[in-house]
């Protein structure tokens, strides 16, 4: 190793150790302060913290019909608190700030094995930890590590799926799987998007020549795909009877754990268990346009590169741009749906987004189409590198993720905005250190907001505050 590649590693080893030192101690601190403030339940730790104090008192028998998840999360608290006999409010809430850290080691190690497999992009160690940084400190994500929500544990149980799907341990990656539909429901989609990932690996696997990148990015995969399997079906019955089987084989555990989820919907007459009435399944397109604007607002730098060839589109196609502005136009006329939860819960920004602007002024949820148009189209572009059927089951898991849905939450966003940063090519410097700024700026302001504005309701004693 020469003398310049030992400074630049001791230069690196020096800015690891001493951001991830800045990140515990300013982390445990803000943990601190927060805990301070807000010493009693902050939302829906009401339910969470409760259910769990009962489990670490050993009564699995008592459950809270306002609690909607499985018991995955209070279960894995249970486990690792209650044999020290740390079953409090605070070392509850430390639970998520331990997922945070581990969210910054499945994240840097996820980016680093990308690299790997894009031997074309030549990444370096600051770039890798500066990403990591960025995504572990994603703003709605990173204010819940302080709070007791399922949405940091999911986000464990999720990365590490995708840790394990990478170095292909498919045993692990199913268990993972199954581990994560506890902690909450929808993360079996996810799953989902890894069992047909490995499918797609298997039939790529057994072309007889490889797929070059420019045809993997376009439909042309699809053609392919279908192609081998007719290939596979002509080698004769017996043969293709004997392909399936390997495929199933290999797939197996994956879809064992999809039928015993489809089982439990069936037992359980739905996904919900407890308050259903909050969570009532319904067609709510509007949420793809929502997602597009959320990822807009965090990831601006990796949009605005691309807003030259948006415009080089509109202009090559308007007449079909135009069609889909018409369809947009329809949708939200038709598909706006409003949860009484925005309407009148005054601890989310969602509810004065609403209440000033979408909900006031008609006119402005259609002066939204071209930020829409001009986000869907950033995402599109920022994928288009991925595999053409890796995007379409990207595409679809979102989908079947927020579309059910008739809450608008930005912690439903939080999964799909993390698959697509993770999926993204080599950023640039420039676009990672403003990303940087941004989240930087966007935690400061939440945690003032947290801490400065406080109100309270007139059926409850304790201080409100706002957050996502």
Request: charged share 15%; glycine share 2%.
């Amino acid at each position: 190793m020469s003398l310049v590649s030992r400074v630049n590693s001791m230069n690196y080893k020096i800015f690891m150790y001493s951001t991830l030192t800045l990140f515990i101690t300013s982390t445990i601190l803000l943990f601190l302060h927060l805990n301070r403030i807000q010493s009693h339940y902050y939302i829906d730790e009401a339910f969470h913290i409760p259910q769990t104090l009962r489990y670490c008192a050993w009564n699995f028998t008592q459950w809270d019909p306002k609690i909607t998840t499985l018991p995955g999360l209070y279960l894995i608290t249970t486990a690792i608190l209650s044999p020290f006999n740390l079953c409090n409010i605070t070392y509850i809430r430390f639970i998520n700030l331990l997922g945070t850290c581990l969210n910054l080691y499945l994240i840097y190690n996820i980016i680093k094995e990308n690299c790997k497999s894009n031997e074309k992009e030549r990444w370096n160690n600051w770039l890798i930890l500066t990403l990591a940084y960025n995504i572990t400190l994603f703003p709605p994500l990173y204010f819940w590590c302080f709070f007791y929500y399922t949405d940091v544990v999911s986000v464990n149980i999720v990365l590490t799926m995708l840790f394990l799907h990478q170095r292909n341990h498919r045993k692990m990656t199913a268990l993972a799987g199954l581990i994560a539909v506890l902690v909450r429901q929808t993360n079996i989609i996810w799953l989902g998007f890894f069992t047909i990932e490995h499918a797609l690996d298997i039939f790529n696997n057994r072309m007889e020549q490889p797929i070059s990148p420019r045809v993997l990015n376009t439909p042309l995969h699809f053609r392919l795909i279908w192609k081998q399997i007719m290939y596979e079906s002509r080698k004769g019955p017996l043969s293709f009877i004997k392909f399936i089987a390997q495929v199933c084989n290999s797939l197996f555990l994956y879809i064992t754990v999809c039928l015993m989820f489809v089982a439990f919907v069936v037992w359980n007459k739905g996904i919900v268990i407890g308050d259903r009435t909050a969570h009532v399944a319904t067609i709510h397109i509007c949420q793809i346009f929502y997602f597009s604007v959320f990822v807009s607002l965090f990831s601006w730098p990796y949009v605005l590169p691309h807003w030259r060839t948006c415009s080089r589109f509109l202009r090559r196609y308007w007449i079909f741009v135009s069609c889909v502005v018409v369809l947009m136009a329809a949708v939200i006329r038709f598909n706006t749906l409003v949860h009484p939860y925005v309407l009148a819960d005054n601890r989310h920004y969602l509810f004065y987004v609403w209440n000033r602007f979408m909900g006031r002024y008609a006119a402005f949820k259609y002066l939204l189409i071209p930020i829409y148009c001009a986000s869907l189209f950033a995402v599109s572009r920022n994928i288009s590198h991925l595999r053409f059927l890796t995007q379409v089951n990207y595409i679809i898991c979102v989908c079947m993720i927020l579309i059910p849905q008739l809450l608008v939450e930005p912690r439903y966003f939080i999964l799909p905005y993390i698959f697509y940063r993770l999926s993204m090519k080599r950023p640039e410097k420039w676009q990672i250190y403003l990303e940087s700024l941004t989240t930087c700026i966007i935690n400061c302001l939440q945690f003032f907001i947290f801490t400065h504005k406080v109100f309270y309701w007139e059926d409850q004693p304790y201080a409100q505050r706002i957050s996502w």
